[in-house]
Protein backbone atom coordinates (compact mmCIF):
# COMPACT_ATOMS: atom_id res chain seq x y z
CA UNK A 1 0.00 0.00 0.00
CA UNK A 2 1.15 3.46 -0.81
CA UNK A 3 2.18 5.97 2.35
CA UNK A 4 3.78 8.61 3.60
CA UNK A 5 6.88 8.57 6.61
CA UNK A 6 8.73 10.67 8.42
CA UNK A 7 11.73 10.37 10.21
CA UNK A 8 13.02 10.49 12.86
CA UNK A 9 9.77 10.65 14.80
CA UNK A 10 11.28 12.44 17.64
CA UNK A 11 14.64 14.83 18.01
CA UNK A 12 16.46 16.62 20.42
CA UNK A 13 18.78 19.23 19.13
CA UNK A 14 20.91 21.96 20.67
CA UNK A 15 20.38 25.54 19.44
CA UNK A 16 22.10 26.53 16.37
CA UNK A 17 22.40 23.16 15.01
CA UNK A 18 21.66 22.04 11.75
CA UNK A 19 18.78 19.27 11.40
CA UNK A 20 17.18 17.53 8.43
CA UNK A 21 13.55 16.42 8.98
CA UNK A 22 12.89 13.13 6.05
CA UNK A 23 9.98 12.61 4.51
CA UNK A 24 9.22 9.94 1.74
CA UNK A 25 5.83 9.16 -0.05
CA UNK A 26 5.30 6.22 -2.16
CA UNK A 27 1.88 7.41 -3.80
CA UNK A 28 3.91 9.03 -6.65
CA UNK A 29 2.66 12.72 -6.07
CA UNK A 30 3.98 15.36 -7.42
CA UNK A 31 2.53 18.04 -4.95
CA UNK A 32 4.26 17.98 -1.24
CA UNK A 33 4.35 19.68 1.71
CA UNK A 34 5.76 20.73 5.06
CA UNK A 35 3.61 22.17 8.38
CA UNK A 36 4.31 22.45 11.56
CA UNK A 37 1.89 22.49 14.29
CA UNK A 38 1.99 24.29 17.40
CA UNK A 39 -0.71 24.99 20.20
CA UNK A 40 -3.23 27.79 19.10
CA UNK A 41 -2.10 28.17 15.73
CA UNK A 42 -2.80 25.03 13.94
CA UNK A 43 -1.04 23.69 11.07
CA UNK A 44 1.06 26.48 9.37
CA UNK A 45 2.50 26.09 5.80
CA UNK A 46 6.32 26.13 5.88
CA UNK A 47 6.94 24.83 2.38
CA UNK A 48 5.90 23.45 -0.78
CA UNK A 49 6.81 21.61 -3.84
CA UNK A 50 4.85 21.01 -7.05
CA UNK A 51 7.41 18.78 -8.22
CA UNK A 52 11.16 17.94 -9.08
CA UNK A 53 13.14 21.17 -8.57
CA UNK A 54 10.69 22.97 -7.98
CA UNK A 55 10.34 24.59 -4.00
CA UNK A 56 8.27 27.78 -2.67
CA UNK A 57 8.08 29.15 0.98
CA UNK A 58 5.06 28.69 3.19
CA UNK A 59 3.34 31.68 5.66
CA UNK A 60 6.33 30.42 7.98
CA UNK A 61 9.43 29.58 5.96
CA UNK A 62 12.40 31.72 7.69
CA UNK A 63 14.88 29.54 9.19
CA UNK A 64 13.63 26.25 7.13
CA UNK A 65 14.84 25.16 3.27
CA UNK A 66 13.66 22.19 1.09
CA UNK A 67 15.25 20.54 -2.04
CA UNK A 68 13.14 17.93 -4.16
CA UNK A 69 15.54 16.22 -6.26
CA UNK A 70 13.19 13.51 -6.45
CA UNK A 71 9.53 12.46 -6.89
CA UNK A 72 9.08 10.64 -3.53
CA UNK A 73 11.29 12.83 -1.30
CA UNK A 74 11.03 16.38 0.83
CA UNK A 75 13.85 16.90 3.08
CA UNK A 76 13.57 19.70 5.83
CA UNK A 77 16.33 21.46 6.60
CA UNK A 78 16.76 23.82 9.70
CA UNK A 79 19.83 25.35 8.67
CA UNK A 80 20.44 26.66 12.65
CA UNK A 81 17.84 25.25 15.07
CA UNK A 82 15.97 28.15 17.41
CA UNK A 83 13.71 27.57 20.35
CA UNK A 84 11.06 28.91 18.33
CA UNK A 85 11.43 25.63 16.12
CA UNK A 86 10.32 23.31 18.98
CA UNK A 87 7.12 22.22 17.46
CA UNK A 88 5.75 18.96 15.74
CA UNK A 89 6.08 18.55 11.66
CA UNK A 90 3.97 16.93 9.03
CA UNK A 91 5.05 16.36 5.88
CA UNK A 92 2.35 15.68 3.37
CA UNK A 93 1.35 15.16 0.02
CA UNK A 94 -1.25 15.32 -2.45
CA UNK A 95 -2.50 14.49 -6.17
CA UNK A 96 -3.53 17.74 -7.29
CA UNK A 97 -5.89 20.79 -7.03
CA UNK A 98 -9.37 19.98 -5.12
CA UNK A 99 -7.86 16.39 -3.70
CA UNK A 100 -7.42 15.18 -0.10
CA UNK A 101 -3.99 15.36 1.55
CA UNK A 102 -1.97 11.58 2.91
CA UNK A 103 0.25 12.95 6.31
CA UNK A 104 2.84 11.60 7.66
CA UNK A 105 2.73 10.66 11.30
CA UNK A 106 4.65 14.01 12.25
CA UNK A 107 8.12 14.71 13.77
CA UNK A 108 8.06 15.75 17.26
CA UNK A 109 11.62 18.53 17.33
CA UNK A 110 12.52 19.73 20.22
CA UNK A 111 15.42 22.51 20.56
CA UNK A 112 17.28 22.85 23.68
CA UNK B 1 -1.96 34.54 8.48
CA UNK B 2 -5.14 31.59 9.33
CA UNK B 3 -7.95 31.12 7.28
CA UNK B 4 -10.13 29.13 8.78
CA UNK B 5 -10.96 28.91 12.13
CA UNK B 6 -13.01 26.03 14.37
CA UNK B 7 -15.77 26.86 16.61
CA UNK B 8 -16.00 25.92 19.47
CA UNK B 9 -12.56 25.30 20.51
CA UNK B 10 -13.70 22.06 22.49
CA UNK B 11 -16.54 20.10 22.67
CA UNK B 12 -17.69 17.40 25.24
CA UNK B 13 -20.65 14.84 24.81
CA UNK B 14 -22.36 11.93 25.52
CA UNK B 15 -22.13 8.86 23.28
CA UNK B 16 -24.94 8.46 21.09
CA UNK B 17 -25.13 12.37 20.46
CA UNK B 18 -24.75 14.77 17.80
CA UNK B 19 -21.38 16.97 17.40
CA UNK B 20 -21.76 19.84 15.57
CA UNK B 21 -18.51 22.29 14.59
CA UNK B 22 -18.09 25.34 12.74
CA UNK B 23 -15.47 26.54 10.77
CA UNK B 24 -15.33 29.96 9.06
CA UNK B 25 -12.91 31.08 6.73
CA UNK B 26 -12.01 34.40 5.46
CA UNK B 27 -11.43 34.08 1.28
CA UNK B 28 -12.90 32.43 -2.02
CA UNK B 29 -12.14 29.05 -1.98
CA UNK B 30 -12.07 26.27 -4.53
CA UNK B 31 -12.74 23.46 -1.95
CA UNK B 32 -13.07 22.81 1.86
CA UNK B 33 -12.15 19.64 3.80
CA UNK B 34 -12.43 18.48 7.09
CA UNK B 35 -9.64 16.12 8.89
CA UNK B 36 -9.64 14.07 12.33
CA UNK B 37 -6.64 14.06 14.20
CA UNK B 38 -6.75 11.60 17.22
CA UNK B 39 -3.50 12.40 19.88
CA UNK B 40 -0.37 12.12 18.97
CA UNK B 41 -1.19 10.85 15.53
CA UNK B 42 -1.25 12.41 12.19
CA UNK B 43 -4.13 13.90 10.43
CA UNK B 44 -6.55 11.92 8.71
CA UNK B 45 -9.00 13.16 5.71
CA UNK B 46 -12.44 13.21 6.03
CA UNK B 47 -14.20 14.59 3.45
CA UNK B 48 -13.97 17.57 0.72
CA UNK B 49 -16.98 19.76 -0.02
CA UNK B 50 -16.11 21.57 -3.59
CA UNK B 51 -17.18 25.33 -3.84
CA UNK B 52 -20.35 24.75 -5.79
CA UNK B 53 -21.73 22.23 -3.41
CA UNK B 54 -24.07 23.08 -0.47
CA UNK B 55 -24.03 19.20 1.54
CA UNK B 56 -22.01 16.40 1.63
CA UNK B 57 -22.82 13.27 3.19
CA UNK B 58 -20.19 10.72 4.19
CA UNK B 59 -21.05 7.52 6.48
CA UNK B 60 -22.22 9.53 9.78
CA UNK B 61 -20.89 12.61 8.42
CA UNK B 62 -22.56 15.58 7.07
CA UNK B 63 -20.92 18.59 6.10
CA UNK B 64 -22.33 22.11 4.85
CA UNK B 65 -21.02 24.94 2.85
CA UNK B 66 -22.65 28.13 2.82
CA UNK B 67 -19.97 30.14 0.57
CA UNK B 68 -21.67 33.69 1.33
CA UNK B 69 -21.30 33.46 4.93
CA UNK B 70 -17.82 31.79 4.39
CA UNK B 71 -18.21 29.00 6.77
CA UNK B 72 -18.70 25.38 7.27
CA UNK B 73 -20.19 22.71 9.35
CA UNK B 74 -19.02 19.36 10.23
CA UNK B 75 -21.96 16.94 11.92
CA UNK B 76 -20.96 13.89 13.05
CA UNK B 77 -24.18 12.17 14.40
CA UNK B 78 -24.38 9.03 16.47
CA UNK B 79 -21.36 9.86 18.35
CA UNK B 80 -18.78 6.96 19.47
CA UNK B 81 -15.80 6.85 22.27
CA UNK B 82 -13.72 6.35 18.90
CA UNK B 83 -14.64 9.91 17.53
CA UNK B 84 -12.74 11.49 20.15
CA UNK B 85 -10.00 13.48 18.68
CA UNK B 86 -9.26 17.11 16.74
CA UNK B 87 -11.20 18.14 13.80
CA UNK B 88 -9.72 20.11 11.48
CA UNK B 89 -11.45 22.15 8.05
CA UNK B 90 -8.68 23.36 5.49
CA UNK B 91 -9.35 25.60 2.76
CA UNK B 92 -8.31 25.44 -0.74
CA UNK B 93 -7.92 29.24 -1.51
CA UNK B 94 -8.74 30.09 -5.21
CA UNK B 95 -5.70 32.75 -5.24
CA UNK B 96 -3.18 29.93 -4.23
CA UNK B 97 -3.83 27.39 -6.55
CA UNK B 98 -2.98 23.94 -4.09
CA UNK B 99 -2.29 25.17 -1.07
CA UNK B 100 -4.66 24.59 2.15
CA UNK B 101 -4.94 26.71 5.37
CA UNK B 102 -5.93 25.02 8.24
CA UNK B 103 -7.56 26.36 11.42
CA UNK B 104 -7.05 25.82 15.11
CA UNK B 105 -9.39 22.85 15.37
CA UNK B 106 -11.98 21.52 17.68
CA UNK B 107 -11.56 19.06 20.45
CA UNK B 108 -13.68 16.78 20.76
CA UNK B 109 -14.56 13.87 23.25
CA UNK B 110 -17.19 11.66 23.63
CA UNK B 111 -17.77 10.48 26.66
CA UNK B 112 -18.80 6.28 27.06
Known amino acids: DAEITQSPRHKITETGRQVTLACHQT?????MFWYRQDLGHGLRLIHY???????NKGEVSDGYSVSRSNTEDLPLTLESAASSQTSVYFC???????????FGPGTRLTVT | SQQGEEDPQALSIQEGENATMNCSYKTSINNLQWYRQNSGRGLVHLILIRSNEREKHSGRLRVTLDTSKKSSSLLITASRAADTASYFC????????????FGTGTSLTVIP
Open chain 2, 90 to 101: ATGRADTGNQFY
Open chain 1, 27 to 31: WNHNN
Open chain 1, 92 to 102: ASTQGVGYEQY
Open chain 1, 49 to 55: SYGVQDT
